[in-house]
T-cell receptor, first 113, second 110 residues
Framework: ETGVTQSPTHLIKTRGQQVTLRCSSQ?????VSWYQQALGQGPQFIFQ???????GRGNFPPRFSGLQFPNYSSELNVNALELDDSALYLC????????????FGPGTRLTVT | KNEVEQSPQNLTAQEGEFITINCSYSVGISALHWLQQHPGGGIVSLFM???GKKKHGRLIATINIQEKHSSLHITASHPRDSAVYIC????????????FGGGTRVLVKP
C-alpha cells in the first residue's frame, strides 16, 4: 500500500448535482495530482496542487476545482455534474511539484445518472 | 497523434513466458513512469526512469532517451502479472504533469 487514501470509494450522483472527493497524501508529500480515468481509457490530468497552490491544470472546465489544505490533503470538487463525468478519479501524491515518484490512491469511482 | 504510444494494446502469454511491452513518446521528457493497474482500478508505480535500466524482481525497465523509447519486460510471467500496464511521461514543457499512454492489457494464462 502507498499510504495514499481516497474517499469515498464509490459514489452515485445525479446529473446537475455537485460532488466533493477527498485525498490524503502520503506522509511528507507536499504535492497532490488529480486524474480522471474514463472506462477503458488511460488517466487524464485534471490539476495539481503544490504547497496549497494550483500548480498546473489540464484541459478540464472550471466546474472542476480543487483545494489543498495545510496538511497537504486535497479535495476535488465537480459542479453541475454531467453524464460524461462518470469515471474513476485518482489522486497521486509526490514531492516537490510532482517531479519524483508518484504514489497513487485507490481511486473513487463516480457514477452520474 | 498521441504524445505517448504503447504497443501492443493487448497481450496474452502462457505462464513462464517472457513479456515485453513498448512505449514510444514524441516530446522531451524529464522522466518516464511504468504503472500497473489491476481490475478495480488501483494504480501501482513500478518504476520511474530518466536513463538506463532498472530491475525489481522479475520486472525490468529500460529507457533510451535518444530514441524516445522505453520497454518493460516481465521475466517468467505468472497469472498474477495479469493487469494493465501503463507508460506515463513527465513532459519538460508541460511542468510536472503526467501524460499517459493508452495501456497494455496483459493476460497470463496458467
Amino acid at each position: 500500500e502507498t499510504g495514499v487514501t481516497q474517499s469515498p470509494t464509490h459514489l452515485i450522483k445525479t446529473r446537475g448535482q455537485q460532488v466533493t472527493l477527498r485525498c490524503s497524501s502520503q506522509s511528507g508529500h507536499n504535492t497532490v495530482s488529480w486524474y480522471q480515468q474514463a472506462l477503458g481509457q488511460g488517466p487524464q490530468f485534471i490539476f495539481q496542487y503544490y504547497r496549497e497552490e494550483e500548480n498546473g491544470r489540464g484541459n478540464f472546465p472550471p466546474r472542476f476545482s480543487g483545494l489543498q489544505f495545510p496538511n497537504y490533503s486535497s479535495e476535488l470538487n465537480v459542479n453541475a455534474l454531467e453524464l460524461d463525468d462518470s469515471a474513476l478519479y485518482l489522486c497521486a501524491s509526490s514531492l516537490d511539484g510532482g517531479s519524483g515518484e508518484q504514489y497513487f490512491g485507490p481511486g473513487t469511482r463516480l457514477t452520474v445518472t | 497523434k498521441n504524445e505517448v504510444e504503447q504497443s501492443p494494446q493487448n497481450l496474452t502469454a502462457q505462464e513462464g513466458e517472457f513479456i515485453t511491452i513498448n512505449c514510444s513518446y514524441s516530446v522531451g521528457i524529464s522522466a518516464l513512469h511504468w504503472l500497473q493497474q489491476h481490475p478495480g482500478g488501483g494504480i501501482v508505480s513500478l518504476f520511474m526512469l530518466s536513463s538506463g535500466k532498472k530491475k525489481h524482481g522479475r520486472l525490468i525497465a529500460t529507457i533510451n532517451i535518444q530514441e524516445k523509447h522505453s520497454s518493460l519486460h516481465i521475466t517468467a510471467s505468472h497469472p498474477r502479472d495479469s493487469a494493465v500496464y501503463i507508460c506515463a511521461v513527465l513532459i519538460k514543457a508541460a511542468g510536472n504533469k503526467l501524460t499517459f499512454g493508452g495501456g497494455t492489457r496483459v493476460l497470463v494464462k496458467p
